[in-house]
């Protein structure tokens, strides 16, 4: 199943190319809000499955085209991000220790919007395409040979970063938690529509060129193991996502104007657009070209614009 907000943040399963309100059948769940409503239709998911279906199959619709897609999970209590869990396409002799850290909810942005770049003098702004795990029911201490059991879905995720700020070392809060920088979406798509989430083809494009192109299947450590651990260091509710890394190779600058596409095997399409207002450019190269070039450094330096190098 498909599970979406639309509009003014209806509940929608999406059938074919048709949006469906189905929120007459979750009505009755407390909740103050969105972020609620679906956190507890998650944790509640048993008891309402083939009502949704029920209510999908007998309902019209619209097409898809014409509503506005939302955020499929608007404020999750935690939004946890692997680090450094990609082999790389075998760059990595082996994997890097197991290691996460924690996005603010408030970064969220759904299908369609826009993440903004801040007036902060990062070296690069970068948006890593990742596969989003969504959980479906409290996990604390979780044994890696039970975590299956606590997976609800997946999305498309983006971890928007602000790199090289300043002070060196003061890095992941500062660069990872900005408004609009952990776009989602379009839509939750249920585990059991995903046998095997470790074999699924992640693309990244930016303004139509392939970007980002990489498996699930070079995952470091699995989606298990990561929740065995993060469950470990604290509990995960429901409608909490676990984003589980990237790919690093194809990263490259996003900058104004820009639209983004993720599309992960089976989740689906996410877009988003990017918003400069200081109009700051880099070259387009990905990581991957500046390394083929023998290039000083990873990531492409900034060309122009506030912050810029002196003599660029």
């Excluded at 990609?86 to 970064?107: C, L, V």
């Excluded at 975590?147 to 890095?171: C, E, K, M, Q, W």
Aim: glycine letters at 10%; proline letters at 7%.
């Amino acid at each position: 199943m498909k599970i979406l907000f639309f509009d003014d943040f209806k509940l929608g399963v999406l059938k074919g190319d048709t949006v469906i309100d189905v929120s007459s059948v979750a009505r009755n769940i407390p909740h103050t809000g969105p972020h609620n409503l679906i956190s507890g239709l998650i944790e509640r998911f048993t008891d309402y499955r083939k009502r949704l279906e029920e209510a999908a199959a007998k309902g019209r619709g619209a097409p898809v085209g014409q509503v506005r897609i939302r955020p499929p999970l608007p404020k999750p209590y935690n939004i946890d991000c692997m680090a450094v869990n990609y082999m790389e396409d075998g760059t990595r002799a082996e994997p890097a220790p197991i290691n996460a850290f924690h996005k603010s909810p408030s970064a969220v942005i759904g299908d369609g919007d826009t993440m903004v770049l801040p007036d902060v003098p990062a070296a690069i702004f970068e948006g890593e395409a990742e596969l989003g795990v969504v959980i479906g029911k409290r996990a604390t201490n979780v044994r890696a040979a039970d975590a299956v059991s606590h997976v609800f879905g997946y999305l498309n995720f983006i971890d928007g970063s602000a790199r090289g700020l300043p002070p060196a070392g003061n890095t992941f809060f500062q660069m990872k938690s900005r408004d609009t920088f952990a776009p989602m979406g379009p839509y939750i798509v249920t585990a059991d529509e995903l046998p095997d989430p470790h074999k699924l083809q992640i693309r990244l494009s930016v303004n139509g060129t392939l970007k980002q192109n990489f498996n699930t299947s070079d995952m470091a450590h699995k989606i298990p193991r990561c929740i065995e651990w993060v469950s470990s260091i604290h509990t995960l509710e429901p409608g909490d996502v676990l984003a589980t890394g990237t790919n690093h190779g194809g990263l490259s600058a996003l900058q104004d104007g820009d639209t983004i596409e993720l599309e992960t095997e089976g989740l689906g399409r996410l877009r988003v657009r990017v918003r400069d207002d200081l109009k700051r450019t880099w070259a387009r190269q990905t990581r991957f070209e500046r390394q083929e070039k023998k290039l000083e450094g990873a990531t492409t330096p900034q060309l122009t614009g506030k912050y810029a190098a002196p003599g660029r």
